[in-house]
C-alpha cells in the first residue's frame, strides 16, 4: 500500500514544531533523523523496494533498561520555570484558531526567548560524539549504544567507519534551584488576585 504525504498547514506546522522542539532536544537519536530529513533522505515508503542479496546479522541490541518509579519533582520544577519566563502553559492553553499568523509568530517569538533563557540558566550540554556533521568517523567496538546509533547495515563487532549525521547531546550539568516545598510544586503559578 503506497502513502502520500499532504502538505500541512501553517498552525499545525507551528504547534507541531514547538512539540518538536523539546522533542529534539531530548533524544539524540530522533534529532540525527530529523537531520536525515533535512538533508534530503526519503522515507522508506518512498523508495524502491531494495532487493538483499547477502545475509545481514546484528550482533549487538541494545538493551532495554530497567523500568524504575520516576519522581515528577524535576519535571514540575521545570513547568514552574517555563511558565515564569515564557508563560508556557498560557500558551499552549490558549486557542489560537481567532488569531492571525503574525500574531501567532509574535507570540512564539516571546515564547522561545523565555524557554532558550530556561534552557540555558538551568542546563549545560555538550556533543554525545566530538566531530562536525559529515565528516568521517570511526567507531571503536564495544561503543556505548545508549550515546552512539548506528544507521544502515551493521556486519561485524567494529571497529565501523562512517558519516557523522548528528553528534548528539549530552547533558553535563543541571542546576536547577533547590526545592523547599515539594508539595507546592504542583502549582505551577499560583492565581493571581488585584485587591
Known sequence: MSKTI??????????GAFGQFFKY???????ARC??????????FEQAPEVVTETVEVIREV???????????????????????????DFVQEPIDAYTDAEVGAA???????CSKVALQYFSWDKAYQGDEGAR???????????????GRIQGEGPFAGT????????????????ADTAALKIIAPAQVEV
Not at 6 to 15: C, E, I
Request: hydrophobic share 40%; no cysteine.
Open 6 to 15: 499532504s502538505p500541512v498547514g501553517f498552525l499545525p506546522r507551528f504547534f
Open 108 to 114: 512564539a517569538r516571546q515564547i522561545h526567548a523565555g
Open 63 to 89: 538493551e532495554k533498561p530497567t523500568l524504575m518509579s520516576a519522581s515528577s519533582d524535576g519535571a514540575l520544577q521545570l513547568l514552574q520555570l517555563l511558565q515564569q519566563e515564557a508563560r508556557f502553559i
Open 164 to 179: 557523522l549525521i548528528h553528534p548528539g547531546w549530552t547533558v553535563t550539568q543541571v542546576d536547577l534551584p533547590q526545592i
Open 137 to 151: 568517523v570511526e567507531v571503536p567496538a564495544g561503543y556505548d549504544p545508549h550515546q552512539i546509533r548506528l544507521e
Open 35 to 44: 537531520q536525515l530529513i533535512g538533508a534530503g533522505e526519503k522515507f522508506a
Open 25 to 31: 532536544l531530548g533524544s539524540g537519536n530522533y534529532a
